[in-house]
C-alpha cells in the first residue's frame, strides 16, 4: 500500500469495480451474507460474515491469500467469516464501504476521510511506518543543482529504514538526527524559476502531487509555469532527478530506499533532499458505519494488537509494523487536502 504512501496496481489481481463480492474466502468461510446471531454481549446483532476491502500491492501476487492470516485470524477471534477482496483501487473501496459490499477497508488517510464524510464510516486505525504515522514529502535534485536549493553543504545522514547513507541540506537531517518531520526549508521552493522540468506523481498522490503543489502555492509559485514532468513510481520520481530528466521531484521522506543500492550505487550521493513539506497522515483502517458499535470495538481491538500476534505478515504484507489509534487531527489533514484537490 500507501503512502510511503503510493498508488498501487498489479496486472492479474482481481480488481473488483463495483464489487461484486466474488473474493476468496481466507477463513475456508462462506460468501458474505447481512444476517446473523447476537453479538457476545447481546447489545445487537451480529452478522455472520463480513468482508474486508484491501488494495492491489505491487510486492504481492495473490494479496487475497497472503493475507490470510489477518482474515483468519479476524474470523477465529470474532467468530464470524471475514472474507478478503480486492478492490481496483482507493476509491472502489470507498465506495464499497458506503455501500454496504464492504464492512472494513485498509485504506489511505484520504479514503479514510472521504468514507467519514460520504457515509459516517469511522475512520479506526492508523498505520505506523519506521515508527510514525504520518510522513513528509521531500523535494529533492541532483548534486548538479545543489547550489540553487542549498544554503548550505550538503551533509550525509543515515536513514534508518535501511541503514544507508543519503545527502540532506537546509537542516533537513544531520549526522545525529534523520526523522522526517516537516515542514523544513519549504521557502526553498521559491527558487524554482518558471520554465524549470520538475517531476510531479500522479495526482492522486500525497507525497507526490498533492503536498507539494500546497507547498508550492504557498510560496508563491504557480505550477502551470513549470515544465511539469508526469512520473508514475516513487522509485521513478528519484530516477528522474537522478537522470537529469528533472530538476526537482517530490516523493516520501525517504523513497531514495525504494532504489537498490546495488544497482545504483551513488544514489546516496547524487540526489540531494532539500526541504520537507508538512506532515501527512499514513492510511489505517476504516469500518463501515452500520456495523455494530461493540463488534466495530472488537475489530478494532484486535487489529490493533495484530502487530504482536503476526508482526510478519504486518512487515512483509502491510508494509508496516503496528496499528495505532486514528487521530481526528491528523484525518483532517486529509479532508482538507480532499477538498483542495477534489475538483469541486
Known amino acids: 500500500m500507501t503512502d510511503m504512501r503510493k498508488t498501487l496496481m498489479v496486472p492479474g489481481l482481481l480488481a473488483v469495480a463495483a464489487l461484486a463480492l466474488a473474493g476468496c474466502s481466507t477463513s475456508g468461510g462462506t460468501s458474505a451474507t447481512s444476517s446473523g446471531g447476537s453479538s457476545p454481549t447481546g447489545t445487537a446483532a451480529w452478522p455472520s460474515s463480513i468482508t474486508l476491502a484491501l488494495i492491489p500491492n505491487e510486492k504481492v501476487t495473490d494479496l487475497v491469500t497472503s493475507t490470510a492470516p489477518l482474515t483468519d485470524y479476524l474470523s477465529k477471534q470474532l467468530g464470524i467469516t471475514v472474507t478478503g477482496v480486492v478492490t481496483k483501487d482507493y476509491q472502489a473501496a470507498v465506495e464499497a464501504v458506503c455501500a454496504g459490499q464492504a464492512q472494513i477497508a485498509i485504506a489511505d488517510a484520504g479514503s479514510l476521510a472521504a468514507a467519514q464524510d460520504q457515509c459516517g464510516a469511522f475512520p479506526v486505525l492508523q498505520d505506523v511506518r519506521y515508527g510514525a504515522s504520518s510522513y513528509a514529502s521531500e523535494f529533492f535534485t541532483n548534486i548538479a543543482h545543489a547550489g540553487k536549493y542549498c544554503t548550505d553543504t550538503p551533509v550525509e545522514a543515515t536513514y534508518g529504514a535501511n541503514g544507508q547513507k543519503y545527502l540532506y541540506c537546509n537542516g533537513v537531517a544531520n549526522a545525529e538526527a534523520n526523522k522526517g518531520v516537516g515542514p523544513i526549508a519549504v521557502d526553498a521552493l521559491k527558487k524554482i524559476t518558471p520554465g524549470t522540468k520538475v517531476a510531479f506523481g500522479n495526482t492522486t498522490s500525497p507525497a507526490g502531487y498533492q503536498l507539494p503543489v500546497l507547498a508550492l502555492e504557498s510560496e508563491g509559485v504557480n505550477i502551470d509555469n513549470l515544465d511539469q514532468v508526469p512520473v508514475t513510481g516513487n522509485d521513478n520520481l528519484i530516477m528522474a532527478v537522478y537522470n537529469g530528466d528533472a530538476e526537482v521531484g517530490f516523493a516520501y521522506w525517504d523513497a531514495r530506499s525504494a532504489i537498490k543500492s546495488s544497482e545504483v550505487k551513488d544514489i546516496g550521493s547524487k540526489v540531494v ?72
Open 273 to 344: 533532499v532539500f526541504g520537507l513539506s508538512k506532515m501527512y497522515p499514513n492510511g489505517g483502517v476504516v469500518i463501515g458505519k452500520d456495523v455494530p458499535a461493540d463488534l466495530r470495538a472488537k475489530i478494532t481491538s484486535l487489529m490493533a494488537g495484530f502487530s504482536k500476534v503476526d508482526p510478519d505478515t504486518l512487515k512483509n504484507i502491510f508494509g508496516q509494523t503496528a496499528w495505532v489509534p486514528a487521530d481526528p487531527a491528523a484525518i483532517d489533514v486529509a479532508r482538507q487536502v480532499n477538498a483542495r484537490f477534489s475538483g469541486k
